[in-house]
C-alpha cells in the first residue's frame, strides 16, 4: 500500500493496484473564505496544492466522506474529475447531490462493503463535533454534520481505515475492534469551532487510537491547511517523541508518499 498526502484531508491512496483519490479539496491557496475563528482569520485553503491538478485527478476512483464541507469536496474538484469516474460517498442522500452533479458512476459505502475490483470498501461511523454547541454552528452555516470513514479490505493487503473527520468516541473504537486495522489514517489537525468546541481529534485522540490499536501503524494527516485547525504537525511530531510513538505515527508532508 502506498499513501501519498497531497493537503488537508486529502490523500492518494493506492491499494491492491487500484489507486483512489480521498476528499479532493483543491481549491488554489488563500482562494476561499476562511471559517469563522477567535484564532486567525487567514483565507482556505493557507498552502499551495504541492502537485499539478492534472497529476492529483489521474485515479482509478475516488471517495468523499462528506462532501458539503468545502476542504472534502469543492467546486474545483467537481469540474477538474471527469463526469465518469467512479465515485464513492457516504449516503444514498450524497449519491443522489453527487449525481446532481453530473457524475455518472456514484456508489453510496454501506457498512456491509461494496466492490471495487478486489478491493472491498467498508462505511464506518463518525462524530465531526460532538454536543449543542457543533449542532448549533452546523444548523447556522448550513452545513451537515454527518461524515464517513472508510475501511479497505483487499487479499494480501493489510487492512487500511481512514477515520475520516471525527472525534474519538466509541464509533471509532468499535470499528477499529471489528476490522483490526494494520493502518489507521487520522485526521488529527484539533479543528474548532469559534467557541472552541473540538471537530476533529488532537493529540488525545492520537493517543486513544494508539492505546486502541496497539498493533497499528498510524497516520497523521490533514494539518497545516484550513485555518480553523489548532495541531500542526510540529506539533504532533513533539507529542510523538515525548510518548514514543516516532515508529509508529507517520506525519507525512504534502506530497510525500508513504509506503506501508
Request: net charge negative; with cysteine.
Amino acid at each position: 500500500m502506498l499513501f501519498q498526502q497531497i493537503r488537508g484531508a486529502t490523500s492518494c491512496i493506492t491499494f491492491s493496484n487500484k489507486k483512489f483519490l480521498l476528499d479532493p479539496f483543491l481549491a488554489p491557496k488563500g482562494s476561499c473564505s476562511p471559517v469563522p475563528s477567535p484564532y486567525n482569520n487567514f483565507p482556505n485553503p493557507l498552502v499551495e496544492l504541492p502537485l499539478p491538478v492534472s497529476e492529483i485527478i489521474a485515479v482509478d476512483a475516488v471517495i468523499v466522506t462528506h462532501m458539503h464541507h468545502f476542504d472534502h469536496f469543492d467546486d474545483h474538484a467537481a469540474n477538474a474529475l471527469p463526469k465518469t469516474m467512479p465515485m464513492f460517498v457516504q449516503s444514498e442522500k450524497e449519491a443522489g447531490d453527487m449525481r446532481s452533479l453530473g457524475f455518472t458512476n456514484v456508489t453510496a459505502l454501506t457498512d456491509t462493503g461494496v466492490r471495487f475490483g478486489d478491493v472491498t470498501l467498508y462505511r464506518t461511523d463518525a462524530l465531526h463535533g460532538d454536543g449543542v454547541t457543533a449542532a448549533y454552528y452546523y444548523q447556522k452555516f448550513g452545513l451537515p454534520a454527518e461524515a464517513c470513514g472508510v475501511v479497505f479490505r483487499a487479499p494480501g493487503e493489510k487492512v487500511f481505515y481512514a477515520a475520516g473527520d471525527t472525534l474519538w468516541y466509541d464509533g471509532v473504537r468499535r470499528a477499529i475492534e471489528k476490522f483490526r486495522p494494520g493502518i489507521i489514517a487520522l485526521n488529527a489537525a484539533n479543528a474548532q469551532m469559534y467557541d472552541g468546541t473540538p471537530i476533529l481529534m488532537g493529540v488525545d485522540g492520537v493517543r486513544e487510537v494508539a492505546q486502541a490499536a496497539p498493533d497499528a501503524v498510524l497516520i497523521a494527516t490533514h494539518m497545516d491547511a484550513v485555518n480553523h485547525a489548532r495541531v500542526s504537525r510540529d506539533d504532533l511530531k513533539k507529542f510523538a517523541a515525548a510518548n514514543g510513538l516516532e515508529k509508529r505515527l507517520s506525519i507525512p508532508d504534502d506530497g510525500e508518499i508513504v509506503a506501508l
